[in-house]
C-alpha cells in the first residue's frame, strides 16, 4: 500500500517536533504536547485534519501571548520544510488574525 502523505506526522516527528520546542522553550510540557496530539482520533485524521490539531496543540501549550509563541516556532520552523512545514503557517492563519502589529 502506498504511504500516505498524512502519515509525515506521526508518533516520531511529533516527538521531534516536541522535543526541539523544548530545546528553546524550557517550560513546554513535551509529553503531554505528545500525548494530547496522538490522542484516539489521530488515526482517522487526514492531512488537513492532522495539520490544525498540531495547531492547536501548539496554542494549548505555548505561550498565551501570540507575539511570544511565534518568537518560539520562529527558532524551531528553520529546521522544518515541505509538508510538516504546514503547521507553522496554519498556526498563523487561526491565531494570527486577530493580531495589530
Do not use: C
Request: no cysteine.
Amino acid at each position: 500500500m502506498e504511504d500516505l502523505l498524512k502519515n509525515i506526522y506521526n508518533q516520531t516527528s511529533i516527538t521531534e517536533l516536541a522535543i526541539a520546542i523544548g530545546l528553546v522553550y524550557i517550560p513546554f510540557k513535551v509529553e503531554e504536547f505528545i500525548h494530547f496530539i496522538i490522542d484516539d482520533t489521530w488515526e482517522n485524521l487526514e492531512l488537513k485534519g492532522r495539520t490544525r490539531h498540531i495547531t492547536t496543540a501548539l496554542r494549548k501549550y505555548l505561550p498565551e501571548n501570540y507575539v511570544e509563541a511565534v518568537a518560539i516556532l520562529d527558532k524551531v520552523v528553520k529546521n522544518y520544510s515541505e509538508v510538516f512545514g504546514f503547521v507553522f503557517p496554519d498556526f498563523i492563519e487561526v491565531y494570527g488574525q486577530d493580531e495589530v502589529y
